[in-house]
């Protein structure tokens, strides 16, 4: 489906969610969907549930594989990558999404920057009492190192 001024044209599904079509029952323990049958097959290859957070770069589709923890790159050769842990931050994990700059953002982003939600960022915060606090944050990642491959 390709984007242009004159609008979207007609829509193509290009993929599904992996557990498309599983039995699913909820559980109230979790507060959870959780797999109650067998999977007929209908999912797609690239996301896994939640599919979360849609970007666009260009010619270039972002999706989050929340299940996953990964990101898919719908382009001329699709593929996905995860957000590792380096450079004095943690990976990211459980993403809620995401969203692109092409624009020149300086010497660190010269190509643009994509921004990621990270559902479990690590270490967890200390709270008054001593123990842990999850914290949820933001990890930025050069545009060019996702779309150079």
């Known amino acids: 489906m390709p984007l242009s001024t004159a609008g979207f044209g007609k829509p193509d599904l290009i993929d599904k969610v992996r557990s498309f079509g599983v039995p699913q029952r909820y559980e109230d323990a979790t507060e959870q969907c959780v797999a109650a049958g067998a999977d007929p097959g209908f999912g797609g290859r690239w ?12 010619d270039t589709l972002l999706a989050s594989s929340q299940g996953d923890s990964r990101f898919v790159v719908y382009g001329r050769q699709t593929r996905n990558f995860r957000v590792v842990a380096g450079r004095g931050f943690d ?6 999404g995401s969203a ?50």
């Open 47 to 58: 996301l896994t549930a939640d599919a979360e957070g849609l970007a666009l770069a260009g």
């Open 91 to 96: 990976s990211v994990e459980h993403s809620d």
């Open 100 to 149: 692109v700059s092409t624009a020149y953002l300086g010497a660190r982003f010269p190509r643009g920057l994509l921004v990621v939600h990270d559902g479990e960022c690590r270490p967890a915060a200390q709270d008054p009492s001593g123990g842990e606090q999850a914290t949820t944050g933001f990890a930025f990642v050069r545009l060019d190192n996702v779309l150079q491959r």
